[in-house]
């Protein structure tokens, strides 16, 4: 059974940093696309970041563009994510997902797993 199980997630002030992380079991995702997506209250879910291959082809949202990393250890099977100058409309819950191919992939869709999320608060 594949399970993604997120954590980093908190309170941080404006201008902070956080760093979530994703450890994945059940299977190995070590090329695959694996991404994050956040939900705010009352709106879609929203793409943030993806990463596939060997760990140097990267896509990011235009709103978090120059802001965030993601980056992968097939090592250890995991996807984390580095979010800095964090600002109040970055609030939402974060998913970790993960796709069953190699490639490029920026829809909910496109994606088979998915972990519980784990909230990111940014106060002003």
């Known amino acids: 059974q594949v399970q993604l199980v997120e954590s980093g997630g908190g309170l941080v002030q404006a201008g902070g940093s956080l760093r979530l992380s994703c450890a994945a079991s059940g299977r190995t995702f070590s090329r695959n696309a694996m991404g994050w997506f956040r939900q705010a209250p009352g709106k879609d879910r929203e793409f943030v970041a993806v990463i596939w291959g060997s760990g140097r082809s990267t896509y990011y949202a235009d709103s978090v563009k120059g802001r965030c990393t993601i980056s992968r250890d097939k090592a250890k099977n995991t996807v984390s994510l580095q979010m800095n100058s964090l600002k109040p409309e970055d609030t939402a819950v974060y998913y970790c997902?993960?796709?069953?191919?190699?490639?490029?992939?920026?829809?909910?869709?496109?994606?088979?797993?998915w972990g519980q999320g784990t909230q990111v608060t940014v106060s002003s």
């Open positions: 997902a993960a796709a069953s191919f190699v490639g490029v992939a920026r829809n909910p869709y496109e994606f088979d797993y």
